[in-house]
């Protein structure tokens, strides 16, 4: 059912196209011989246009984990309060995009900063193509402004990091090895029902990954503090660690995923993707040179635009 819905997706826009073209195809004739106008051609042309770069976008989302819910998690970087309001400043960026587009957005672990803002958070983010259209967000994002939380007024930079993962179905088949889990229970923090603070329902997963192409060790370690119910939390970290595990094996397979792992630099200078200067209102992407002044906009959610620059420059080359 999901190729053919795919499949009609495909069609739907060939059709789309073909008959813009069609119908500027028209247009023009009638323009020669004085019953259309100039005018009419022109919008014409513009319909025609756009559905073929409509089209062009979505061929740019072919690869197997495009089509898939993603992972998107949000570490602040060194500078204390400042960098951790900044994290906050992006997912409420992140989750006003996921909202606006129709996503079901859900925080399923999030670590408050110690005076203000968070030092990092995990957002699931379900919907078609979500993976597809968030992986170019994967990198170090750096603001510049006027802090706050400074008490002489000056100019600050802050750094936070993004990293975006494909969350995983039933239809991936993904090797866990159970004798390499442990799992550690806690209780979930923050205002709320009558479990919270009481009950030991959120959990701690731990995995002793072993790279089996280079033999390096790594501990996979995720938290899970979604809901009340511990066997439900229990259920998400796992969908979690698969999701992780599926993203290294494609990493593996695809060697130009390089470009959309920029975000496993480290969260300083020179290694930015994207920088968002509040004072010189201006929000530019350092891969392909896309800017707006619509600095607003960006922190509301409006990053389409960043997004269908990064796939139109790079997903082909996936």
Same mark, same amino acid.
Request: charged share 30%; hydrophobic share 35%; with cysteine.
């Given at each position: 059912?999901?190729?053919?819905?795919?499949?009609?997706?495909?069609?739907?826009?060939?059709?789309?196209?073909? /008959?813009?073209?069609?119908? !500027?195809?028209?247009?023009?004739?009638?323009?020669?011989?004085?019953?259309?106008?100039?005018?009419?051609?022109?919008?014409?042309?513009? $319909?025609?246009?756009?559905?073929?770069?409509?089209?062009?976008?979505?061929?740019?989302?072919?690869?197997?984990?495009?089509?898939?819910?993603?992972?998107?998690?949000?570490?602040?970087?060194?500078?204390?309060?400042?960098?951790?309001?900044?994290?906050?400043? !992006?997912?409420?960026?992140?989750?006003?995009?996921?909202?606006? @587009?129709?996503?079901?957005?859900?925080?399923?672990?999030?670590?408050?900063?110690?005076?203000?803002?968070?030092?990092?958070?995990?957002? @699931?983010?379900?919907?078609?193509?979500?993976?597809?259209?968030?992986?170019?967000?994967?990198?170090?994002?750096?603001?510049?402004?006027?802090?706050?939380?400074?008490?002489?007024?000056?100019?600050?930079?802050?750094?936070?990091?993004?990293?975006?993962?494909?969350?995983?179905?039933?239809?991936?088949?993904?090797?866990?090895?159970?004798? !390499?889990?442990?799992?550690?229970?806690?209780?979930?923090?923050?205002?709320?029902?009558? @479990?919270?603070?009481?009950?030991?329902?959120?959990?701690? !997963?731990?995995?002793?990954?072993?790279?089996?192409?280079?033999?390096?060790?790594?501990?996979? #370690?995720?938290?899970?503090?979604?809901?009340?119910?511990?066997?439900?939390? $229990?259920? @998400? *970290?796992?969908?979690?660690?698969?999701?992780?595990?599926?993203?290294?094996?494609?990493?593996?397979?695809?060697?130009? $995923?390089?470009?959309?792992? *920029?975000?496993?630099?480290?969260?300083?200078?020179?290694?930015?993707?994207?920088?968002?200067?509040?004072? /010189?209102?201006?929000?530019?992407?350092?891969?392909?040179?896309?800017?707006?002044?619509?600095?607003?906009?960006?922190?509301?959610?409006?990053?389409?635009?960043?997004?269908?620059?990064? #796939?139109?420059?790079?997903?082909?080359?996936?």
């Amino acid at each position: 059912m999901q190729t053919v819905k795919d499949l009609k997706k495909w069609l739907e826009m060939y059709r789309e196209v073909s /008959d813009a073209a069609d119908e !500027l195809e028209l247009a023009f004739e009638y323009a020669k011989e004085g019953i259309a106008s100039e005018e009419d051609v022109d919008k014409a042309f513009a $319909r025609t246009k756009g559905s073929v770069e409509n089209l062009e976008f979505r061929n740019m989302l072919r690869e197997e984990a495009d089509r898939m819910n993603c992972v998107l998690k949000i570490n602040s970087g060194a500078g204390g309060t400042e960098s951790q309001d900044w994290a906050s400043m !992006l997912m409420r960026m992140y989750v006003r995009w996921g909202e606006s @587009n129709g996503y079901k957005v859900t925080i399923s672990n999030i670590l408050d900063g110690d005076d203000a803002g968070i030092k990092t958070v995990s957002i @699931n983010i379900e919907g078609d193509f979500a993976y597809g259209y968030l992986k170019g967000e994967n990198g170090v994002h750096r603001l510049v402004r006027v802090s706050p939380y400074n008490a002489q007024g000056k100019r600050m930079t802050s750094f936070a990091s993004v990293f975006v993962t494909p969350l995983v179905d039933d239809t991936i088949e993904v090797n866990i090895n159970p004798a !390499l889990i442990s799992w550690d229970t806690f209780r979930s923090s923050g205002a709320g029902g009558q @479990n919270v603070n009481k009950v030991e329902s959120g959990v701690r !997963l731990r995995y002793q990954f072993k790279d089996p192409y280079t033999g390096e060790e790594e501990e996979i #370690l995720i938290e899970n503090t979604e809901t009340r119910d511990q066997p439900k939390n $229990r259920e @998400n *970290a796992m969908r979690h660690l698969r999701s992780i595990l599926y993203d290294k094996e494609m990493q593996h397979r695809l060697s130009e $995923r390089a470009k959309v792992e *920029a975000g496993k630099k480290k969260i300083e200078w020179g290694s930015q993707i994207r920088s968002y200067v509040f004072d /010189d209102r201006r929000v530019k992407d350092h891969r392909t040179n896309y800017q707006t002044s619509d600095v607003g906009g960006v922190m509301d959610g409006k990053i389409d635009g960043f997004i269908k620059a990064y #796939l139109m420059e790079f997903a082909g080359g996936e």
